[in-house]
């Protein structure tokens, strides 16, 4: 792919999309930005696409669309509202990379949108590939389109790949940072409330991730999102606590040997890594210094307490839609957390009550994986409304 590279950004407004920006605004001489899409923060949108200048607008509220429409349309930017915009926008050919950086199963279809162009995806959005990652991946295949991974931990083992195209993975290790309640016990658990749950101690980012990453949903959700992404079998992904996550992931070879990447945690790296790959190109972040960092350390995830990841764990073995139905109730449960309707721990017993509920299918379509994301979304309601008259 040449430069400069035309790229759409799915979810501009977010911690992801504004990070995107930042990294595209650096080297205007290899990008240009061509479509931004939000949810309703329209004020950001319009200031966003007034600095960028790209082809396309969509908001995703519709309510919003005549605010966008009249400040963007006067300037030459097409602007689309709503869910079809969203997959319209996607299906266009106004663009190289697609910045998956929505949040949540939302993501799924503007991103199933891009596959069937044949687009590369810089994936973030990593709900797309828990929710329907067997359906997914063959989609990306059929199509020839191509998913370069963000994520942190996966971008670290897409780096480790190169070069070693034909040589067998025994494991990856995906490392976890343990998030804010890192050795915390239940009894301390059971009364945390979403400010302290959003204080995560080396990154900044989206509310919905942050929760996750103080579940260890996060981490869940990441082994699954692997498994997919590189062709592995459930027993070959493992996780570690490695609080100063300074190593982001690593692969285990045939012959036992470990490959790993390293650097500071910033999301700014593997963003600029996915817009710019095979290169690397130059950039003036901060760098590691060993000074800084004098001893990393490794600890076994307490499953125990941290029961989401468990649950992932079991999710992961089973496949067909059981990752869909639990990945929907825990977009639930996040959200009554974050308005302080359910409390941490009941979390994840909202999100195995609804796996008990919602029938399994072991080889699902795509309808099958939205009826089944909106059954779990149902028992998840039902069994967050009955938390509260309890409490
Ligand atoms: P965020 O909440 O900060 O931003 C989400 C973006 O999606 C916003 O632009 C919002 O307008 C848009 N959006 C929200 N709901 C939508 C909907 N229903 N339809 C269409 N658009 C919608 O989230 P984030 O932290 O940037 O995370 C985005 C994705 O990237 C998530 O899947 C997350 O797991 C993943 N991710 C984030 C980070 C990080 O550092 N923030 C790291 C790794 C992976
Ligand atoms: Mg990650």
Known sequence: ???PRRIAIFGSTGSIGTQALEVIAAHPDLF???????????????????????RLVVIGEEQLYNQVKNELQQRGIRVL??????????AEDLYDIHIAAIVGFAGLKPTLSAIKQGKTIALANKETLVVAGEWVMQAVKNYQARIIPVDSEHSAIFQCLEGEQHNRIEKIILTASGGPFLGKKPNFLVNVKKDHALQHPNWRMGEKITIDSSSLMNKGLEMIEARWL??????Q?????????????????????????????????????????PHRIANNFPRFSFRQYPALSFETPDIKTFRNLAIAMDVLRKGGNAACVMNAANEEAVCAFL??????????????????????????????????????????????DKIQRRN
């Open 339 to 384: 308005k302080n309707q359910i409390g941490f721990l009941d979390m994840s017993d909202v999100i195995e009550q609804t796996l008990e509920k919602v029938s399994f299918i072991p080889h699902p379509s795509l309808a099958d994986y939205e009826e089944s994301d909106r059954l779990a979304r149902q028992y998840a309601q039902l069994f967050i």
């Open 230 to 235: 590189f062709d592995l079998q459930p027993d």
């Open 81 to 90: 509202a709503g869910i079809s915009g969203l997959e319209e926008a996607a």
């Open 32 to 54: 240009e930005v061509t479509v931004l899409t939000a949810w309703k923060n329209a004020d950001l949108l319009i200031r966003q696409a007034v600095q960028f200048q790209p």
């Open 237 to 277: 992904i493992e996780v570690v606590i490695h609080p100063q996550s300074v190593i982001h992931s690593l692969i285990q070879f045939e012959d036992g040997s470990l490959k790993a990447q390293l650097g500071l945690p910033d999301m700014k790296l593997p963003i600029q890594y996915a817009l710019c790959y």
């Open 1 to 3: 792919m040449q430069f």
